[in-house]
């Protein structure tokens, strides 16, 4: 029996809802995988998603799950992990769910750094709606949306969560699926806010608008233009964007930040602790030591 299968919550959930093809179920193995090695109960594990066709994925596996409203995953993964810092809280978005509707609630997550797992299912377009423009979407690719081709810059995902201050950062690919793997295990080991981006395929929607062919043809193009991060950094002495423009089309896969930091749960318990003991160094205890001192007559002078 596989892992997989370990984990299966029930047969009447099959058949699932990915299109043939789809790269969701890669990366949720690539998950579960890594789940398994770090030998976790299920018992202590939660996975929360939004809305999309990545946020489908709790659905199928057999840990404790909440599916939530579109945009807003991780602000109810961040509210469990503050009532339950034990737990290992998980969160799934597809690109849309990650960042357009759920961007603010993203790029906060991050300068938290709170201890949160998120996978961001990256397959460039919104397909469980119908095929619209996502932030990803490269510019001159086409969707529902854009039908004469996109005309707006694309977010970096990795870039974007770096820059907002995640401790760690990675991205991987659906035909990579065991270093993807490899990642979410480091970022589930990981104290503090961890994002793993999977760049992964839509051959029914973003692969039939831009004449990427199917399933198979769509897997080669990321074994083809994935560039990994290590190689290149021997390769090459340039910064990332120098490697943007030296190969236009190509993308970066890899660690990109792995760091210690404050994590966002235990400074606020931290603080809580400090508030229960009435801690005398806090600004309310200054103020109400000197309204006390005022009261007393030894600070204000007496009027002559």
Not at 5 to 16: A, G, L, N, Q
Not at 208 to 232: C, S, T, Y
Not at 283 to 294: D, E, I, Q, W, Y
Request: proline letters at 4%; hydrophobic letters at 40%.
């Amino acid at each position: 029996m596989s892992v997989m299968h370990k984990y299966i919550r029930s047969t009447k959930k099959f058949p699932h809802l990915w299109c043939a093809g789809c790269g969701n179920g890669v990366g949720l193995s690539a998950l579960v995988r890594a789940i398994d090695s770090l030998g976790y109960s299920r018992n202590d594990v939660i996975l929360i998603s939004g809305i999309g066709c990545a946020a489908r994925a709790p659905v199928y596996v057999d840990f404790n799950t909440l599916h939530t409203t579109h945009g807003r995953a991780l602000a109810f993964a961040s509210g469990i992990k503050l009532v339950n810092p034990k737990l290992h809280v998980i969160v799934i978005m597809g690109d849309g769910d990650a960042v357009a509707i759920g961007g603010n609630h993203f790029i906060h997550s991050c300068r938290r750094n709170i201890d949160i797992t998120t996978l961001v299912f990256n397959n460039r377009i919104y397909g469980m709606t119908g095929g619209q423009v996502s932030p990803t979407t490269p510019r001159g690719e086409y969707a529902t949306t854009v039908p004469y081709g996109n005309i707006d810059s694309s977010f970096d995902i990795c870039n974007l969560a770096a820059s907002a201050g995640a401790s760690f950062v990675a991205r991987g690919t659906t035909y990579s699926a065991r270093e993807t793997e490899r990642f979410i295990k480091m970022a589930l080991e990981h104290k503090g806010f961890s994002v793993v981006e999977i760049i992964s395929q839509c051959p029914t929607i973003y692969g039939r608008m831009n004449k990427m062919g199917g399933p198979v043809e769509m897997v080669r193009w990321l074994r083809d233009n994935a560039l990994p991060i290590e190689k290149m950094r021997q390769q090459w002495s340039g910064e990332a964007d120098s490697l943007k423009e030296q190969f236009p089309g190509k993308f970066l896969t890899g660690v990109f930040v792995n760091r210690n930091a404050p994590e966002f749960v235990t400074e606020y318990y931290k603080m809580a602790a400090k508030a229960a003991e009435g801690a005398e160094t806090g600004p309310r205890s200054r103020r109400g030591a000197a309204r006390s001192a005022r009261g007393s007559g030894s600070i204000r002078k007496k009027k002559q």
